[in-house]
């Protein structure tokens, strides 16, 4: 729902710009709907985000090089332009921001976080500085589930707003497109739950409106 919500909007909307869309509807405060969406990672993401000026205006992503990441987060992967990351407004972390530079007691460690950091152009040696040790022992193939996967990923830390013209292709692994793409164009009468046929019609709208965006979706193997 949130990449059909991109493609139909025209931008992205990061945790404090959706709840202030959804505030505006429903007239419930913002902070309360934030509170609620974030459950048990209110408080950290809360404490990361306001310690840096503007952390409101943060977006998160993956550094990646192939395939569709971290999959946690959803079954469809956007990758984005290097073009829209020319701006200084950028930095890349060694590890997830919650789960390395929040303590505790919610208090961000700088000192670790500095030395974490890294710009746009340093995103690779940031990359192999990380996973110089297992580098040696895992095959090429495997490289890009070492950098982004489930478990753990370089994060990316941006305010530019992004829009349908930053993306470079959309991914999803071949298993779930198979299937998709056989409810959604083939097999009509297939009796399934109203959660997996929803899935197969926002697919079916996905594939159209990445058409008209002139956005490929690229199907790769399965992890």
């Known amino acids: 729902m949130p990449l059909l919500s991109f493609l139909v909007s025209g931008f992205h909307q990061n945790i404090y710009e959706w709840s202030r869309s959804r505030g505006e509807e429903s007239g419930k405060p913002p902070e309360d709907i934030i509170r609620e969406r974030l459950g048990a990672f209110y408080s950290k993401r809360i404490a990361f985000d306001r310690y840096f000026a ?7 992503g993956a550094l990646n090089i192939g395939g569709t990441g ?7 992967c ?5 073009r829209a990351f020319d701006g200084p407004e950028i930095a890349y972390l060694k590890s997830d ?3 390395t530079y929040v303590k505790a007691d919610g208090a961000v ?10 710009p746009h152009s340093h995103r690779h040696a940031s990359a192999c500085l990380k996973c110089a040790s297992e580098l040696a022992k895992t095959a090429e193939e495997a490289w890009a589930a070492l950098l982004c996967s489930d478990s753990d990923f370089v994060e990316a ?3 530019a707003q992004i829009t349908p013209g930053e993306v470079e292709a959309i991914r999803i692994e071949r298993k779930q ?5 056989e409810y959604g164009f083939e097999n009509f009468r297939e009796k399934l739950t109203d959660e997996r046929r929803n899935l197969v019609e926002a697919f079916v709208l996905i594939k159209r409106l990445l058409r008209q965006n002139s956005i490929p979706l690229e199907v790769v193997p399965n992890a």
């Open 54 to 60: 503007n952390g409101e205006t943060f977006r998160y």
């Open 70 to 76: 971290a999959k946690v987060y959803g079954d469809y």
């Open 78 to 82: 956007a990758i984005l332009l290097n």
């Open 97 to 99: 921001s919650l789960k």
């Open 109 to 118: 460690d700088e000192g670790v976080l500095r030395e974490d950091a890294a």
């Open 157 to 159: 830390v941006f305010s």
């Open 177 to 181: 497109y198979r299937e998709l793409f």
